[in-house]
Structures are given as C-alpha cells and as structure tokens.
C-alpha cells in the first residue's frame, strides 16, 4: 500500500531537514571533542597555567547553564529556527574570537560565548516535532530523528578529537582553532538556506525577572569561586558572595512558583518524579562536564617533571577521548535490555554506580595508560546510559505541555553542576606551594585525586537520590507540585 502523495512529500522534506541539522550536530561534536587533546598546548600558546584552563570550561558552562532557559522560551515565542540561527551565529563570533585571542580574558569571553550551541539540539528536536506535526506519525519521527542526530553528535566528537590530536603538531595554533570557527560558520550558512521558519506557538511573555535572579544567583556563587582562588579559601568576601548567591535562590524560587510563565517551572521541578531525575543532572554534570579539562592535563602531564601523569601526547588523547566515547554509546545502546532487565529506576541507579565506580578507580589506578583506559570505559558505561535516560525520564514524568522544557532542564542543570564543577576543581588543582617549581605550571596530585572523589561522591549520591524516583504513572501531575498550564 503506497503512502498519499502530501505523505511522500511531507517525508522528503523531512529527510532534507534533517540532513542539514545533521551536519548542525557534527559541528556540535566538533567542538565538544576538539578542544579537550590540545588544552595543554592552547595553555602554552597563552602562557598560563594548566589550572586556569578550567576557568574556560566553568564560564562557557555557566552561559550554557543561563542560555538554555532563556533561548527555549524564545523558541516557544519566535520559532525554533530563529533562535538556531541566531545561537549559531553567536557559537560563529566565538569560535572566531578563538582563533585570534591574544590571551587569557579573550580566550575567555569567546570561549563562554561559544557556549550558545548548547541550545542547539533542543531547538532541533523542537524543529523536527514541528515539522512532523501532520504526519501522523510525529512522535516515532521524532524519536528516529533525535536518534540520527545525536548518532551524529558522538561520531563527530570522536573525529574532531582525533583531528585536533593529529594536528596540533603539524600546524600553528592560530590556524589549529580557525578551522572550529570555519565548520560552525558552513553550518550557519546550511541552516539559514536549508530549514524552513516557523512561528512561535505562545503568546505569553518573556520572564526577565525570573531570568535576572536566577542570573545573579549563578554570578554570585561564580564570582564566590573565583574569588576564593584568587585570595584562597580563607576569604570572608568569596564565601558571603556564594552565601549570597544562595539567598537569592529564596526570592527567585518564590517569585517563579506564582508566575504564569515562569522561565523556570519550579513547581514542576518538585515533582515527586521529577526531582530525583534533575537532582541527578546536576550531579551527574560533575563529572560529565566539569572533569574532561582535569583529565586531558593529568594525561599529558610528564610523570618525570611533575612526579604523577601519563607522559602522553595529544594524539593519545585523542585515542583516550575516542575510546571514551564509544563506552558512551555502548551505554545508550544497551539502556534499553538493561532497563528490561532492572527495571527503569534500576537502570538509572546501576548506570551511576558506573560512573561512581569508574572515577573510584582512579584513586588507586592512575600510573598507566591501561588503567586509564580501564577507568575511563566503566565511567563511560554509565555516563553514556545517563545521556541517553535523563532526558526520557524527565519527559514521561512532565505533563505534555512542559516536556520540552523538562528535557531541557536535565541539560540545563547538568550544565550548572559542570559549571560549579569547574570552578572547584580549578581551585583545587591551583598549584601554588604544592610542587617544587611552581613555574612549571603543573597541578598537585592531591588536586586530581580531589577531583576523582568529587566525581566519584556526587555519582553515588545521584544513585541514592534516584531511589526516591518515584513511578511517573502512579503520581499525578498534582501530588506534591501543582503543575499549571503553559501560557498560550
């Protein structure tokens, strides 16, 4: 039986869609695998040391955290395509700025603007949903094409590592960050010609008082960190800025549970079934996010010079990051047997053992390359099966006007636990006292290990969080967190 003609149609224009936001999640990949073999290199080409690297990683996270929110509802209110136009644009100006910053605070600011492609993905799940939407099929569409694309997402993390890796020795800096800057600028161009715009779906307003506390709250408790590892732990000032970033959480989660439209649905967020799930985003982002520059710096540490580190050079790195990658996709392929097998809670709660297990093992294990590798595929397992469970879990415990932003909460939160993850383990691989010649700029081992427990303890209580994950089919929209309409 052949399909109605409008059918056909409608699947081919689907499929051209879709390619080019392939090539969107290609870009993606890119810059999420490039950068991490090179850091030691990009940290010599800005005469700094390897500690401050973290500091480019806690303020793209940050913007990341700030953006998500932010451009989601603009995606409700101006459509979809706009905002991955314009987030694309703004990841275009920073990679750019890369290629030529002359130091630290450049790198810097294009680095925490080129956080905007964290936007990306759900702008193109939301583009395909829409595009689908007549199709009679849209949510097993949807679901195939999410699929294809983040496919293409762990694919491309793995060539702009390797590429990256090969490269930096083969060519000069300047030129090793333009070519990031040159894919991100192909793919603004295949966006604006090749996906087709759509109006936005709401017509409520944007939330800027919301979005201004929960800003200031994230810059105060950052500007806490920063100053902690500027004067040290002992500073009054660093630790009544986060204090202060805390309070403000207090008039913020009040003023958003009596909006109409706020940018951040606490209510829901209380969910019985829905807390747990982004309690463990955050957590899980610890280590996901905010442990990828520690270790890229402990692999090519010389063991010689600093007395600890692998001696490895980029290219390893990038076999390190490629293999890493592929225990992630093993992950996610086999959530769906060991879901049958443990049950869902199960799995979520197995898959951060995992990664518990994985960064434990680097406590005693961290002298070879074979124990690296070891640790890095068990941490992956389970990091991988998360990737791939958050976000359906937050969906099926959210009513069906707020999955999209419940998605983008688990990636919203994972963001900000990186984020606060950075900024800590860049003052605690600060290496000022804890190694004979401090100008070689290396970290203290006891930083690393820091870093191995912080990841390792905030995994465990991710699982011991999910415990509590109740049944999303057993708990009504209403038991504990009244949920409100959207807006429009």
Request: include cysteine; aromatic fraction near 6%; proline fraction near 6%.
């Amino acid at each position: 039986m052949s399909l109605p003609a409008p059918a056909v149609t409608a699947a081919r224009g689907l499929a051209r869609v879709v390619g080019v936001l392939v090539c969107v999640e290609i870009a993606s990949g890119v810059l999420q695998g490039y950068y991490t073999p090179v850091w030691s290199d990009i940290a010599d080409h800005l005469s700094m040391r390897d500690a401050d690297v973290n500091w480019f990683e806690a303020a793209q996270l940050v913007v990341s955290a700030l953006l998500v929110p932010l451009l989601a509802r603009l995606g409700d209110l101006y459509g979809p395509k706009r905002v991955l136009v314009g987030a694309t644009a703004m990841t275009a100006l920073g990679s750019w700025v890369l290629a030529v910053a002359p130091g630290f605070t450049t790198f810097l600011v294009g680095f925490a603007i080129q956080g905007a492609y964290v936007v990306w993905l759900p702008m193109e799940v939301a583009i395909v949903h829409r595009r689908t939407a007549a199709t009679g099929r849209q949510e097993l569409l949807t679901r195939r094409a999410a699929a294809v694309l983040v496919g293409a997402l762990e694919l491309a993390v793995i060539v702009g590592a390797l590429t990256s890796g090969a490269l930096v020795a083969a060519t000069s800096m300047n030129v090793l960050l333009m070519l990031p800057a040159v894919v991100v600028t192909v793919v603004l161009v295949l966006v604006v010609v090749g996906v087709e715009d759509s109006p936005g779906t709401s017509d409520g307003g944007l939330d800027l008082t919301g979005l201004g506390l929960v800003t200031l709250a994230l810059g105060l408790v950052m500007a806490g960190l920063i100053t902690v590892r500027l004067q040290g732990p002992g500073s009054v000032l660093a630790w009544a800025l986060v204090a202060a970033g805390l309070a403000t959480g207090v008039p913020f989660v009040r003023y958003e549970a009596a909006h109409p439209a706020p940018v951040v649905d606490v209510r829901l967020l209380a969910h019985p079934a829905q807390w747990p799930v982004q309690l463990t985003a955050f957590l899980f982002g610890m280590s996901v996010l905010g442990a990828q520059i520690p270790l890229s710096t402990f692999a090519r540490t010389d063991p010689a010079v600093a007395g600890y580190g692998l001696g490895a050079d980029a290219s390893f790195v990038s076999t390190l990051i490629g293999l890493y990658v592929v225990s992630l996709a093993v992950g996610a392929f086999t959530l769906p047997l060991t879901t049958r097998l443990l049950g869902r809670r199960g799995a979520l709660v197995g898959s951060s053992l995992l990664v518990a297990l994985g960064y434990a093992l680097w406590l005693p294990f961290h002298a070879t390359t074979a124990q690296a590798l070891l640790n890095m595929a068990v941490a992956g397992l389970g990091s991988g099966a998360l990737v791939a469970a958050l976000p359906a879990a937050a969906a099926a415990a959210a009513p069906p006007e707020r999955t999209g932003f419940a998605t983008g909460m688990t990636n919203a939160t994972k963001t900000v636990g990186g984020a606060i993850a950075s900024s800590v383990f860049a003052i605690a691989l600060a290496s000022t006292g804890s190694l004979e010649g401090p100008d070689t700029g290396h970290a203290p081992l006891a930083g690393y290990l820091t870093v191995w427990s912080v990841c390792a303890v905030a995994a465990l209580g991710a699982a011991v969080a999910l415990l509590r994950l109740a049944d999303p089919a057993t708990v009504t929209p209403t038991a504990g967190a009244p949920v409100r309409p959207a807006a429009g």
